[in-house]
């Protein structure tokens, strides 16, 4: 019998559009043989809708004629399956449109790959692919990965944190905290956003002012780090989880400007240059997979093998599942090597990493619902209750039956 993935994609975030292809392109490559796709397309108000057309990429062109072809649902859990109900419910008749036995969040940014989803998806208590509630925020946290993978002996830059309130309050006094401590250039980045939004590198004192400003758009905390000059970005996945992971191929993006912008690995067209090569899906093209890159990466042997161990180190160390992208940055000044982020639900799912190794996205896809369904059996296992007597002699005042 075949198993029944409801891809869920969109959401309310900044990279709502990017998901809506992440997540369509994972409902093309699943291998029809084995699984059963239920698209879940959630608006930028959370609102879930599914149907026939909410996996057909075209149709997003035009969200609200596709909405009004599709049915809005809530999960409800039902025994072993989450039930997609029809909303709102009709008095009569049979109100579950579908089911899922397992959810796959295709999800990127605030709001759901920060551990929202997986905590939504957990309550219900449904089987879903992926990073758990603590590993999704960790990694969407900058700073607090930061704090993580330094604590694991794992290199990453050092940075200063500036919160809105603090900074409204006395902007010069937090500018020279932030000159006291690096050095320019300096990258100002949102504190927990992904796709290069609300990134800009500032070379001194008013641009540095004009970068948080533009920073503080997206978030109430801002990153601060030093920005590296002569920069070489190499980007590898992981699959796994806690017990055993292993890294993809490595790539390095090729940017068009200082930093790699949204437009570069959104916008770009999927072009390649001389030498480069990208993955496609078969279905729906762009997203990351369409990001101009160097695949494998212009680095040596003994740099590759160190960027994937680190990989793995770190996706472990943040207590990862499933598959995610770990971003590293070489100065090439010192050929130093620094972890950069992780995205713990990259874009197109780093498919186009482990087609080089052989692992076509099918298989891939395969794996990770594997990772959760043996993450659910882990936890079946596990004790979540303790049967006590407690409330049988508990009085909280007042007479029985009383109303405050």
């Given at each position: 019998?075949?198993?029944?993935?409801?891809?869920?994609f969109?959401?309310?975030?900044?990279?709502?559009?990017?998901?809506?292809?992440?997540?369509?392109?994972?409902?093309?490559?699943?291998?029809?043989?084995?699984?059963?796709?239920?698209?879940?397309?959630?608006?930028?108000?959370?609102?879930?809708?599914?149907?026939?057309?909410?996996?057909?990429?075209?149709?997003?062109?035009?969200?609200?004629?596709?909405?009004?072809?599709?049915?809005?649902?809530?999960?409800?859990?039902?025994?072993n399956?989450?039930?997609?109900?029809?909303?709102?419910?009709?008095?009569?008749?049979?109100?579950?449109?579908?089911?899922?036995?397992?959810?796959?969040p295709?999800?990127?940014?605030?709001?759901?790959?920060?551990?929202?989803?997986?905590?939504?998806?957990?309550?219900?208590?449904?089987?879903?692919?992926?990073?758990?509630?603590?590993?999704?925020?960790?990694?969407?946290?900058?700073?607090?990965?930061?704090?993580?993978?330094?604590?694991?002996?794992?290199?990453?830059?050092?940075?200063?944190?500036?919160?809105?309130?603090?900074?409204?309050?006395?902007?010069?006094?937090?500018?020279?905290?932030?000159?006291?401590?690096?050095?320019?250039?300096?990258?100002?980045?949102?504190?927990?956003?992904?796709?290069?939004?609300?990134?800009?590198?500032?070379?001194?004192?008013?641009?540095?002012?004009?970068?948080?400003?533009?920073?503080?758009?997206?978030?109430?905390?801002?990153?601060?780090?030093?920005?590296?000059?002569?920069?070489?970005?190499?980007?590898?996945?992981v699959?796994?989880?806690?017990?055993?992971?292993?890294?993809?191929?490595?790539e390095?993006?090729?940017?068009?400007?200082?930093?790699?912008?949204?437009?570069?690995?959104?916008?770009?067209?999927?072009?390649?240059?001389?030498?480069?090569?990208?993955g496609?899906?078969?279905?729906?093209?762009?997203?990351?997979?369409?990001?101009?890159?160097?695949?494998?990466?212009?680095?040596?042997?003994?740099?590759?093998e160190?960027?994937?161990?680190?990989?793995?180190?770190?996706?472990?160390?943040?207590?990862?599942?499933?598959?995610?992208?770990?971003?590293?940055?070489?100065?090439?000044?010192?050929d130093?090597?620094?972890?950069?982020?992780?995205?713990?639900i990259?874009?197109?799912?780093?498919?186009?990493?482990?087609?080089?190794?052989?692992?076509?996205?099918?298989?891939?896809?395969?794996?990770m619902?594997?990772?959760?369904?043996?993450?659910e059996?882990?936890?079946?296992?596990?004790?979540?209750?303790?049967?006590?007597?407690?409330?049988?002699?508990?009085t909280?005042?007042?007479?029985?039956?009383?109303?405050?």
């Amino acid at each position: 019998m075949k198993i029944k993935v409801g891809v869920m994609f969109g959401g309310m975030s900044v990279e709502h559009e990017v998901s809506v292809i992440t997540g369509i392109q994972a409902c093309y490559a699943f291998d029809r043989n084995k699984y059963e796709v239920v698209p879940i397309y959630i608006t930028k108000d959370n609102q879930m809708y599914t149907g026939e057309y909410a996996g057909v990429i075209e149709e997003y062109r035009n969200i609200p004629e596709l909405l009004k072809k599709s049915q809005r649902v809530i999960p409800v859990k039902e025994g072993n399956k989450l039930c997609l109900m029809k909303y709102p419910m009709k008095k009569f008749g049979n109100n579950v449109y579908d089911y899922i036995d397992v959810a796959f969040p295709a999800v990127h940014g605030t709001n759901v790959e920060d551990g929202t989803l997986a905590g939504y998806l957990h309550f219900l208590n449904v089987p879903y692919v992926g990073c758990d509630v603590l590993s999704s925020a960790v990694g969407m946290d900058k700073y607090v990965m930061k704090a993580v993978l330094k604590d694991h002996q794992i290199p990453v830059l050092d940075c200063v944190v500036l919160n809105i309130r603090e900074y409204n309050a006395d902007t010069e006094q937090h500018l020279a905290r932030v000159e006291a401590r690096l050095s320019y250039p300096v990258i100002v980045k949102p504190i927990n956003l992904g796709s290069s939004v609300g990134i800009r590198i500032a070379h001194d004192h008013d641009e540095l002012l004009d970068a948080l400003d533009y920073a503080f758009e997206f978030s109430s905390k801002v990153l601060v780090e030093k920005a590296i000059t002569n920069l070489k970005e190499i980007n590898c996945s992981v699959l796994g989880d806690y017990e055993s992971a292993e890294a993809s191929e490595c790539e390095e993006p090729v940017n068009s400007d200082e930093i790699l912008s949204y437009e570069d690995k959104y916008m770009s067209g999927g072009g390649s240059k001389s030498g480069s090569k990208t993955g496609s899906s078969g279905g729906a093209k762009g997203g990351m997979s369409s990001l101009k890159r160097k695949l494998p990466a212009e680095i040596n042997g003994e740099v590759r093998e160190l960027i994937r161990s680190m990989a793995v180190d770190a996706f472990k160390a943040l207590g990862c599942s499933g598959v995610a992208r770990i971003d590293f940055m070489i100065d090439q000044d010192n050929d130093q090597v620094y972890v950069n982020e992780i995205n713990t639900i990259p874009g197109s799912l780093s498919f186009y990493l482990w087609e080089p190794l052989g692992v076509p996205y099918s298989e891939l896809l395969d794996r990770m619902v594997r990772l959760a369904l043996k993450r659910e059996r882990e936890s079946e296992e596990l004790h979540f209750s303790f049967d006590t007597n407690l409330l049988a002699g508990v009085t909280l005042g007042g007479s029985k039956g009383s109303k405050r």
